[in-house]
């Protein structure tokens, strides 16, 4: 099963599970975004069980490289294949089920305007936040990454 929660240097990380895509803080409808700041890991959990786990090692491998420090934290290539590699060494450990006892969120309600219609501008991260960023990583690396 998908871990509720890991443990990074001491740092507890929520994993949250979406009932569909997970909705990036900038509006981006995604398979997973690892949110640096907050420390989370947002996956979609309608995917079939072997896109989950390459997902939820993908995120993770941004968490890691993040704390690391080094600027393959942006690769997304890099990331991605470390994430393939692990999901395919570890798939005979890997329980099936996606359900432990954790949160599910679902996608936030897209902003609508006053007439009803969509906004086609997803909201934005308050720029606060963007500065606000723990002193483990190089200030350079993105505060969140998504798959
Ligand atoms: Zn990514």
Redesign the pocket.
């Known amino acids: 099963m998908i871990p509720a929660a890991i443990q990074l240097l001491g740092h507890t990380w929520t994993v949250v599970l979406h009932d569909g895509y997970a909705i990036a803080p900038d509006g981006d409808e995604c398979k997973g975004y690892c949110d640096f700041e907050r420390q989370e890991i947002h996956l979609n959990a309608t995917m079939p069980e072997s896109l989950l786990w390459h997902t939820f090692f993908?995120e993770l491998t941004?968490a890691v490289l993040y704390y690391m420090g080094t600027k393959l934290c942006a690769n997304?290539a890099f990331?991605?294949m470390v994430a393939g590699l692990y999901a395919q060494a570890l798939k005979p450990l890997l329980g099936k089920g996606r359900a432990p006892a954790r949160v599910v969120r679902s996608a936030p309600a897209k902003p609508s305007r006053p007439d009803g219609s969509i906004s086609q501008t997803p909201p934005q991260p308050p720029r606060s936040r963007e500065r606000s960023r723990a002193g483990t990583a190089s200030s350079d690396l993105p505060l969140r990454?998504?798959?």
């Open positions: 993908h941004h997304e990331v991605d990454s998504r798959r």
